[in-house]
Every structure is written in structure tokens, then in C-alpha cells.
């Protein structure tokens, strides 16, 4: 049950169209759902605007069948599933008949895409195509959450030109995700160039002294531009949700 769902629920209640009882019930039963091998957080979009995401790894089909059918139950119109493998997907599609799956950034959505209502957009660029994975899970994960995302890929800084040209639209961004591997060099020159939040990802790609994303990680952390901050190795997902958080902030209360 999300913010409007309560809302909702409450003014039926003031407006005497539902009685009081049903309302404590209905309300009793929202917090978590005990499935044996996990406990739905239905209560996670009013705490944090989000609906709880499924981490597919480490799961099996008939885990993330039930837990998407739990969430669809309560009401989530929109159920986000990363790390989801080929595999897994199609056993998960012949139980889940709305799912839409997205082999390049492994994100499975149940349920239709929101309609952005974010404050502006969300850009997402890769240094290279090798990127293009977890720009992918960034991009989806965002649009997900209800935000407009312009994709700029394999703009790295082998050719600064390719960046250059897409001034314009890095400048127009309310957040920029910065994907990248080997050096990581792409976040810092972004950071550079425009006034808004940057979201450093740092990916495993890259040869032997790249350990596995490290060295990209680390000279993300010590960016000279400032506004950077930089989330984990490969971590598209937590970048398109912070990223959400930052393009839905302008006009929230206390």
C-alpha cells in the first residue's frame, strides 16, 4: 500500500463510505506478509515512496513468482526484479503473465511502466558498450521508479569528442549516472562539466590491473570535481534508486 492507497483508505473512512473496523483490518494486514521464506515488506512504499525490489540472485523462480504475486496482491502496479538470468525468466513468465524481461540489464518488471513524474530527467551514460549492462539495470531502474531517463552510451573518455557532443543534454540533466569501467575516468570529466548531482558506478570491466572494477571504484572516490558520490562495483540498481530519490525531491514536506 503506497501514500495515495492510504490516502485513500483514510478519506473513505472520514467520508463514512468504509467502516472503521474493515479500515483497522485492512491496515492490521499491511505491514509484512510471512511467506516461510520471506517477509514482504508491503509497508515499504509509504515508509520510502518505493515498493520493496526482488533481488533475483540467489533466488529461485518459484521464490520470485511468489513474492511478485504478494506484491501484485497489495496493490503494486509496477514490481521490479533485478538480477534476473534468461533462465529464470522464463520459468517466471509462464506463472507471471504481465512480466517484461530485459536480458542486457537482467531486470524483469511485472506489471506496466509508470508515467515519469519526476522534476526533469535522468541521464545515464556508459564509457563503453561493455558498460552497457549496468547502464541498463541504472536506466530501467529509474524509469521504473517513474523518471524520464535519456541514455548516452559509449561515450567515454577514449574520445572526448563523443562526450562533448552531448553537452547539451548532460547540462539540461537533473542527475547524471556515469557508468563505467578500466579507469573510471568518465565520472570525474562529467563532474566537470555539469551543476547537477553525479552518480559514479564504477564496473568491472577492464584488464588484470583493473581488479575486477577496484581501480575504478577508487578514482570515483577521489574525483577532483565536486558533487560526485559513487556507489558499488556494478551497482546500476542503487544507482538508478538514488538517482529517483534526487529527480523526485523539489516541492516534498517536512
Do not use: W
Request: charged letters at 20%; one cysteine or more; proline letters at 4%.
Amino acid at each position: 500500500m503506497d501514500k495515495e492507497q492510504t490516502r485513500a483508505l483514510l478519506q473513505a473512512v472520514a467520508e463514512g463510505a468504509l467502516p472503521v473496523e474493515e479500515a483497522v483490518e485492512r491496515l492490521k494486514l499491511e505491514p509484512f506478509e510471512d511467506l516461510g521464506f520471506a517477509k514482504v515488506d508491503h509497508h515499504r512504499a509509504l515508509r520510502q515512496g518505493a515498493a520493496e525490489v526482488i533481488y533475483g540472485a540467489g533466488k529461485t523462480p518459484e521464490q520470485i513468482v511468489t513474492i511478485a504475486q504478494a506484491l501484485r496482491r497489495h496493490g503494486e502496479r509496477t514490481v521490479l526484479i533485478t538480477r534476473l538470468t534468461p533462465q529464470a525468466a522464463e520459468l517466471v513468465g509462464r506463472e507471471v503473465a504481465d512480466l517484461h524481461y530485459h536480458e542486457m540489464g537482467r531486470i524483469g518488471i511485472v506489471g506496466g511502466m509508470p508515467q515519469p513524474d519526476g522534476v526533469g530527467t535522468i541521464v545515464v551514460a556508459s564509457g563503453g558498450t561493455s558498460d552497457m549492462m549496468v547502464a541498463e539495470e541504472a536506466a530501467l531502474t529509474a524509469e521504473a521508479l517513474g523518471n524520464q531517463v535519456l541514455r548516452l552510451y559509449d561515450v567515454g573518455v577514449a574520445g572526448l569528442h563523443r562526450t562533448l557532443s552531448h553537452a547539451r543534454e548532460l547540462m539540461e540533466a537533473r542527475v547524471v549516472i556515469s557508468v563505467a569501467g578500466m579507469e573510471g575516468a568518465l565520472t570525474s570529466v562529467l563532474g566537470g562539466l555539469v551543476d547537477c548531482p553525479v552518480i559514479g558506478v564504477p564496473t568491472s570491466v577492464g584488464y588484470g590491473a583493473a581488479f575486477g572494477g577496484v581501480a575504478a571504484l577508487l578514482s570515483m572516490l577521489n574525483s577532483c570535481a565536486s558533487g560526485v558520490s559513487v556507489v558499488n562495483i556494478d551497482n546500476g540498481f542503487g544507482a538508478g534508486f538514488l538517482a529517483s530519490r534526487i529527480n523526485h525531491l523539489e516541492g516534498k514536506k517536512p
